[in-house]
Each structure stands twice: as structure tokens, then as C-alpha cells.
């Protein structure tokens, strides 16, 4: 009787064991989606080109005329996540997510131009914002980055040149 009574402790206490010390559920932290344009701002002929009629509003304010798109590329960022893009120059960006919310983001920005930081920043956007950097100086002009936050999922990138099809100066070679 003895024996029958502790077998069925012990099995109760196998089966309910695994309720008692199994984590808590785990929440999933926010992926958003971290949209980033690179475009070429030179003084020529008045004009955005191709692909970028969403982003005017960013670039106007810029003291350049004409706006070429290189490339358009969305990325899926969670907390620690990294992206890195290759940049016209031999420059690149990097862009680690700090942390995100419902209402914004907060990303460590580190832009390298020949192995040198150009700016490496804390920034903080609120979902559907952006913020523009300037980049280096390439032989068609400045390059410049977009970068917006939104909360929409994820899309393909928009057609553009690859970077390998931007082809630095002379100088910069």
C-alpha cells in the first residue's frame, strides 16, 4: 500500500513538475520595418528621379536640385537586430535596433566612409518618420540616406543600380 501511494506522488509530481517550473510565455518583441533610401543630391538640372516621389518632402529641403535614386531597401529589425548597407564611395551604413514600441524606434546609426566614421548616433523615430543623412561626396555628387521607420510589413526593394554599378571618381578609387 506504502508503495503504491509514493508511486503515485511521484508521478503526479513528474506530470504536474513541468506546470510549475516552465518559464513564463515569452512576449514577442516588436520587428519593425526600417525602410532606408540612398540617393545621389547633385546641382544639376531640377528633378527627382524615378522612385522617389514619396520622399521630396525629405530631400527638398536640401541645397541641391536633382535626386537620383541608387537603391531602396526595407529591412525587419527587432531589438539587437543589425543591417548594413553598402553605400556609393566605399562608404557603408549600419544600423542597430535598440529597442521599438507600438509608437517609435530607437536605432544606433554608424555610417563609415574608407574605414572612417563619418557620424555613429543613438537616434529615436516615431513610427512613420524618417531622418536624412548626408554621406560622402562621389564623383556624381553627395550621397544621402533615408531613413524611416514604418509600421507596415515589410516589401521588396525598389529597383535601382547596385551599388557595384555606382562607380567612385578617380580619386576616390
Given at each position: 500500500?506504502r508503495?503504491?501511494?509514493?508511486?503515485?506522488?511521484v508521478?503526479?509530481?513528474?506530470?504536474?513538475?513541468p506546470?510549475?517550473?516552465?518559464?513564463?510565455?515569452?512576449?514577442?518583441?516588436?520587428?519593425?520595418?526600417?525602410?532606408?533610401?540612398?540617393?545621389?543630391?547633385?546641382?544639376?538640372?531640377?528633378?527627382?528621379?524615378?522612385?522617389l516621389?514619396?520622399?521630396?518632402?525629405?530631400?527638398?529641403?536640401?541645397p541641391?536640385?536633382?535626386?537620383?535614386l541608387?537603391k531602396?531597401?526595407?529591412?525587419?529589425?527587432g531589438?539587437?537586430?543589425?543591417?548594413?548597407?553598402?553605400?556609393?564611395?566605399?562608404?557603408?551604413?549600419?544600423?542597430?535596433?535598440?529597442g521599438?514600441?507600438?509608437?517609435?524606434?530607437?536605432?544606433?546609426?554608424?555610417?563609415?566612409?574608407?574605414?572612417?566614421?563619418i557620424?555613429?548616433t543613438?537616434?529615436?523615430?516615431?513610427?512613420?518618420a524618417g531622418?536624412?543623412?548626408?554621406?560622402p561626396?562621389?564623383?556624381r555628387?553627395?550621397?544621402?540616406?533615408?531613413?524611416?521607420?514604418?509600421?507596415?510589413?515589410?516589401?521588396?526593394?525598389?529597383?535601382?543600380?547596385k551599388?557595384?554599378a555606382?562607380?567612385?571618381?578617380?580619386?576616390?578609387?
Amino acid at each position: 500500500m506504502r508503495a503504491r501511494a509514493y508511486t503515485g506522488a511521484v508521478l503526479a509530481a513528474a506530470f504536474l513538475a513541468p506546470l510549475v517550473v516552465s518559464p513564463p510565455a515569452v512576449h514577442a518583441e516588436p520587428r519593425i520595418t526600417v525602410e532606408i533610401v540612398t540617393v545621389i543630391a547633385s546641382k544639376g538640372e531640377r528633378g527627382f528621379g524615378p522612385g522617389l516621389a514619396n520622399y521630396k518632402r525629405e530631400f527638398r529641403s536640401l541645397p541641391f536640385n536633382r535626386y537620383e535614386l541608387v537603391k531602396a531597401e526595407s529591412r525587419q529589425l527587432g531589438t539587437g537586430d543589425e543591417a548594413k548597407i553598402s553605400l556609393p564611395g566605399n562608404a557603408y551604413l549600419q544600423i542597430t535596433m535598440t529597442g521599438a514600441t507600438g509608437a517609435h524606434s530607437g536605432m544606433h546609426v554608424l555610417m563609415n566612409h574608407k574605414n572612417l566614421p563619418i557620424f555613429n548616433t543613438n537616434i529615436r523615430l516615431d513610427n512613420e518618420a524618417g531622418v536624412v543623412f548626408g554621406g560622402p561626396k562621389v564623383e556624381r555628387g553627395t550621397v544621402f540616406v533615408n531613413i524611416r521607420a514604418v509600421k507596415r510589413p515589410a516589401v521588396a526593394a525598389t529597383p535601382g543600380p547596385k551599388p557595384s554599378a555606382i562607380q567612385p571618381a578617380a580619386a576616390e578609387r
